[in-house]
């Protein structure tokens, strides 16, 4: 806090009192005041690299209305534990301004606080006589960006968090502009990005909501804070079963009518996600048979799933149907039926066509024996 130059007369009246000070030094508004703020330290460049040298220009202020003279500069960092300059400004008018400049070499990768205190003749308010600013030295010039997403793998529409830091070197970066963009398998953005800010401790999060297709998508964090930007990469899985019929198989290629036929189909997860359970349902000529639940199915899995149908005669359609109720969200929808068809012929020694060649074989006989009989009864009468 600055004292008015009344209370400053006041004080320097005491003091000369008390001998402390000479009387003569109780000047008044002759006084000369040099005074500096933390926007009176620039550097040129707020974010420098390792190894790179910084210009630090300082404005000094002289609010009092006697020229001040053999004005010193001194410079610090991090507060006045390592002197690194000092430089001389030899007069600044009342109600002036004079310069002060120096190089300091940005040396490791952390933040550092420069500090700044001024000095001149007969300057009797020193509250206002120092101020600090910080930088930031980087690794490479730009900001790392650490993200992770919870959960990494989700269905479509389903919420999901990014969250991370952002660092210049090993400092958090506060108040960092993040802009979190979710990229198709082509790199065309998806939906509508989210932004946020870090916190003191460059901590950010935000919430999304996972697109509707089942792919892998890049969710983009970018980062940007004083000039400087960043960016980091992640995967996000939208994962979605796809449950297919791949072939079915018969016991026996040619039944006959009444044989027992077991009926095997061999289903798959095509998709990206696991199925805890599957019904799969077997039809003849559109008529259901059995329905068999199996599960669970992992991507990439597939199981083989039967059932056991008696023979009827004829050309048959045999339609095997995974999730006929349409309970599983999948991929494709589109390949969960095959048909294969089937031909059962008639029983061996039944049927029509048996009775047909009995009435035949007994009608030949009877014709025999009749002609039989009228033979011999021919017979008799010649004799």
């Known amino acids: 806090m600055r004292l008015s ?33 933390p926007s009176d330290i620039a550097f040129s460049n707020d974010y420098p690299k390792t190894g790179e040298t910084v210009a630090i220009n300082i404005t000094v202020h002289n609010e009092g209305e006697t020229e001040a003279t053999a004005v010193t500069v001194r410079f610090y960092t991090d507060q006045e534990l390592v002197f690194f300059a000092e ?18 070499p940005a040396t490791l990768p952390k933040t550092y606080t420069i500090y700044v205190k001024v000095d001149c003749k007969a300057d009797l308010n020193l509250a206002n006589n120092q101020a600090q600013r910080t930088i930031t030295v980087t690794q490479g010039g730009v ?15 389903q919420p999901f968090w990014v969250n991370g830091t952002v660092r210049l070197g090993t400092q ?8 979190v963009t979710v990229k198709d398998p082509t790199g065309n953005p998806v939906g509508t990005p989210a932004t946020a800010v870090t916190d003191s401790g460059g901590n950010y999060k935000v919430n999304l909501t996972a ?13 940007t804070s004083g000039g400087l930007k960043g960016n ?29 036929v077991t ?14 359970t599957l019904e799969v349902a077997f039809y003849i000529d559109n008529n259901r048979i059995a329905t068999k639940k199996e599960g669970p199915l992992a991507p990439d899995n597939s199981t083989q799933v039967s059932v ?9 359609q045999v339609k095997v149907v995974i999730d006929p109720n349409a309970k599983v969200g999948e991929m494709n929808e589109d390949n969960n039926v095959l048909i294969i068809p089937m031909s059962v012929s008639a029983k061996p020694g039944g049927g029509t066509d048996n009775m047909v060649m009995i009435f035949a074989l007994v009608v030949v006989i009877l014709v025999v024996a009749v002609g039989g009989v009228l033979f011999l009864r021919r017979r008799k009468k010649k004799e």
Do not use: Q
């Open 5 to 37: 130059k009344e209370r400053l007369i006041a004080a320097a009246a005491v003091l000369a009192l008390l001998g402390m000070i000479p009387l003569t030094t109780v000047a008044g508004p002759t006084s000369p005041d040099v005074a500096i703020n």
């Open 87 to 104: 430089k001389d400004i030899t007069r600044i008018a009342p109600n002036g301004t004079g310069i002060a400049s120096t190089n300091w």
């Open 143 to 157: 900001l790392l960006v650490d993200m992770a997403l919870d959960p990494s793998s989700c269905r479509p529409g």
């Open 172 to 179: 958090p970066s506060s108040n960092a502009d993040v802009r």
């Open 211 to 223: 697109p509707g297709s089942a792919m892998n998508y890049e969710v983009e964090v970018s980062a």
């Open 232 to 260: 980091g990469t992640k995967t996000l899985r939208v994962i979605l079963p796809d449950l297919v019929v791949l072939e079915v198989t018969f016991s026996n290629n040619k039944p006959k009518e009444g044989e027992k």
């Open 263 to 276: 009926l095997t189909a061999l289903v798959k997860n095509n998709g990206t996600e696991a199925v805890d």
């Open 308 to 316: 056991t149908w008696t023979a009827t005669k004829g050309s048959h």
